[in-house]
Structures are given as structure tokens and as C-alpha cells.
């Protein structure tokens, strides 16, 4: 079973403090959403934990299986079993998906002995179910994408990659309400005991397919609330300002 632990962690960027000591608590088999208003640090605490070089950590551990990761480099977090799912995934032209894929993954799981025929078959098999069609093999990286097919293609990184912990930030944002549950779906059908996801959102939207074992409210980079699903549904009604107040 995977475990991250992040534990008083603080980070910066462009020299201004964005994370003011966050905990969270991550094991496998439980589903955590974070909620908290634009500018709160949610998608930067994504890009810290995953280790964007733009992001500086000030202090604090981020543990993952107990490998501590905070000196490690993005592609050793990969490794180690992060994953995270962009708010706004970059194009790449030049880089085809078949390619990527096939490198990725033989990088995080080398004792894989699967041929290529093998692999692409069940690449074959995921983009089915995320609604993708197999000509996108062909094409580059988000290259001329929706911002629905980039979060699909997000999904289906996911689903061949094989985290252990995954960190999905926004997934819902740009997808209709087909998108939306075709893209629930496939995040319930990977989830496992095994798995642990930290969903970041600003509103309950996908948490009513989703039913999170834990909701964490960020506000000015520190866990203002934490509690259960009845949690996001008092943000849905009421906002974020009762809990500024408090």
C-alpha cells in the first residue's frame, strides 16, 4: 500500500511564499479532494510535490513509501510513483503519444518484460476507454488538442504509467458532463487499495461522481478545514468566506 506523507511543508515562488506549513496524510485505497479558493496554493502544492523547478521548498519533508523525496528530481518522484495531472497540460509538437508512452513507461517500470505489441495493445485498450480514437498515437503531445482531449490524454497517461500516488489538479475543469463522466469513470477503475489520489478542485463538481474519503480546504497556503464529503457540499452552498472568518 502506498503512503505520502507531506508534513510542514512551505515552498515559494518568484520569491514570494505560497505554502505555510501544509500536512496531509496520503494512503493508498483513499481518495483526498483539496478545495480552497483561487490563489490559495492548490495547484502550486501539485507542482511542489511533483518538483517543478520553478517552485523552491523552504522547509519541510514530502515522503513517499518513507523515500524522501523533497531532494529528489522530478523524474525520480516518477519513479518513486507520483503522478500528477495538469491544470493546463503543454503541448509538445514533435513528440508523438506513442512514443512518450512507450518511453515513460519502460523508464518507471524496467522489470517489465511486455513486448511492444503487448504494450500497445493495452494502450490501445485505455484510449478506448477515455474516448480517444487510435489515430491520436500518431500525433503530438496535446499538440492542436481540446482542452477536453488534453484532460483525456491526462487520464490515460494515468492508466498506463501506474502510479501510486496520483495527484490529479483540475481534471474537471474544461470537460462536459459526458467528458466529466467518462473521465470518473476511468479514475474509479484504477482506484485500488494499492492507490491513493489527492483530487484538487475548486468546486464539488466531480466529487458527485467521486466520493472522496477526505476533503482538506487550503486557504493562504495553510489546511484551514478538513472533514468529510459534507464538507465540499457546505462549500457548494455557502463559499469560502465563513471559513476565511473563522
Known amino acids: 500500500m502506498a503512503e505520502l506523507r507531506i508534513n510542514d511543508l512551505s515552498a515559494s515562488v518568484e520569491g514570494k511564499k505560497i505554502l505555510k506549513g501544509v500536512n496531509l496524510h496520503i494512503k493508498g485505497g ?72 512507450r518511453t515513460a513507461y519502460k523508464q518507471l517500470h524496467p522489470e517489465d518484460k511486455a513486448t511492444v505489441t503487448q504494450f500497445y495493445e493495452r494502450v490501445k485498450k485505455e484510449l478506448k476507454k477515455v474516448g480517444l480514437d487510435e489515430s491520436f498515437l500518431s500525433r503530438s503531445i496535446n499538440d492542436g488538442f481540446s482542452g477536453g482531449e488534453r484532460k483525456r490524454l491526462e487520464i490515460l497517461q494515468m492508466a498506463i504509467l501506474r502510479p501510486k ?45 467521486i466520493d472522496p474519503n477526505f476533503v482538506h480546504v487550503l486557504v493562504d497556503g495553510r489546511i484551514a478545514r478538513e472533514g468529510s464529503r459534507e464538507l465540499a457540499v457546505q462549500i457548494e452552498e455557502r463559499g469560502y468566506d465563513w471559513i476565511r472568518s473563522e
Do not use: C, W
Not at 188 to 194: H, K, L, N
Open 30 to 101: 483513499e481518495i483526498h479532494a483539496l478545495m480552497g479558493p483561487n490563489g490559495a496554493g492548490k495547484s502550486t502544492l501539485g507542482n511542489v510535490l511533483i518538483g517543478h523547478p520553478n517552485y523552491i521548498i523552504e522547509g519541510g519533508s514530502i515522503t513517499l513509501d518513507g523515500k524522501e523525496l523533497v531532494d529528489k528530481t522530478p523524474e525520480e518522484r516518477a519513479r518513486a510513483g507520483l503522478f500528477l495531472a495538469f491544470q493546463s497540460p503543454i503541448a509538445i509538437p514533435g513528440v508523438k503519444i506513442s512514443s512518450f508512452l
Open 165 to 209: 500516488i496520483i495527484i490529479l489538479d483540475e481534471i474537471d475543469s474544461g470537460l462536459d458532463v459526458d467528458a466529466l463522466n467518462l473521465v470518473a469513470k476511468e479514475i474509479m477503475d484504477y482506484f485500488s487499495g494499492e492507490v491513493g489520489f489527492l483530487m484538487i478542485t475548486h468546486y464539488q463538481r466531480i466529487l458527485k461522481n
